[in-house]
């Protein structure tokens, strides 16, 4: 999706487009990598001085919401966000190492999840899925430091 896409649609959607919140959109855009929040923060903070770190955080939430914005819980337990490559349901192998992020699809735990809800009579909305362990690149690099 195109920035001047998910510009329109934030607007659409009844959203203010403060410069601002275009920064943040255009840090994200612009990133090859995921970003905690901090690092989303630092980079706008050196255009807008003034902004604070709630600023982000909602920006971040609104994202989210409308599906623009991929989330990934990290091992260590914090959060970073890439922009979303596809409107499909799909999960991640993270890296432990560097950090490398890998989409795939097809979970196939509709079985469980219809399981789990008759026996404990929950009501699931979604799920998320999450490896974590070291890519092919990481590997290999671990491989040559141990010989």
């Known amino acids: 999706m195109s920035e001047k896409k998910i510009l329109s649609l934030l607007r659409e959607k009844g959203y203010k487009l403060t410069p601002q919140r275009k920064a943040i959109m255009k ?6 990598h ?15 001085r ?7 955080y909602r920006t971040l939430e609104i994202l989210v919401k409308l599906g623009l914005v991929c989330e990934v819980h990290t091992e260590k337990g914090t959060r970073r966000y890439i ?13 432990t190492e560097c950090g490398r992020v890998v989409y795939f699809l097809n979970c196939n735990l509709e079985n469980l ?24 690149e ?5 491989t040559k430091t141990l010989k």
Do not use: M, N
């Open 113 to 136: 999840a219809s399981r789990l809800s008759r026996e404990t009579k929950f009501e699931i909305k979604s799920h998320s899925l999450e490896f974590f362990g070291r890519c092919s």
């Open 83 to 95: 922009l979303r490559e596809s409107k499909k349901h799909h999960h991640h192998l993270i890296c």
């Open 27 to 32: 840090t994200i855009f612009l990133s090859p």
């Open 138 to 142: 990481c590997q290999k690099r671990l």
């Open 34 to 48: 995921h970003l905690s929040p901090a690092d989303i923060y630092r980079k706008v903070s050196k255009i807008y």
């Open 50 to 56: 003034g902004i604070g770190l709630v600023t982000v």
